[in-house]
């Protein structure tokens, strides 16, 4: 059974950076596109950022271009989002999801086509 699991959210200060990772247990990502989700208090989930499978290709919320990046290390089965000069507006829960389908990363962002998805882990941008 694919599980994937994040890590490395907590407290920062506006302006402090993170970086969050995603592992996966149970399958190989490299077959599939794997997106960045969040989801605030009151508000809709929404993509922050997918990323194909060889990593070619990646697509970004305009909320967050220019701030975040997102990789993946294949070889080691984990994705990472890098966030720098993160606000308080990026506070949420951050969801690793996976795509089992065919489909471009801006479509899997836009439209929140994923099949897996973690448990979450919590950034907190406040002073």
């Known amino acids: 059974q694919l599980q994937l699991v994040e890590s490395g959210g907590g407290l920062v200060q506006p302006g402090g950076s993170l970086r969050l990772s995603c592992s996966a247990s149970?399958?190989?990502?490299?077959?599939?596109?794997i997106g960045w989700f969040r989801q605030a208090p009151g508000k809709e989930r929404e993509g922050v950022s997918c990323?194909?499978?060889?990593?070619?290709?990646?697509h970004y919320a305009d909320s967050v271009k220019d701030r975040f990046t997102i990789s993946r290390d294949n070889a080691k089965n984990m994705v990472y989002l890098q966030m720098n000069s993160l606000k308080p507006e990026d506070t949420a829960v951050y969801y690793c999801?996976?795509?089992?389908?065919?489909?471009?990363?801006?479509?899997?962002?836009?439209?929140?086509?994923?099949?897996?998805w973690g448990r979450g882990t919590q950034v907190t941008v406040s002073s």
């Open positions: 149970g399958s190989t990502l490299d077959n599939y596109n």
């Open positions: 990323i194909s499978t060889s990593g070619g290709s990646t």
């Open positions: 999801v996976l795509e089992l389908g065919v489909v471009t990363v801006q479509t899997m962002c836009a439209r929140g086509l994923y099949d897996y």
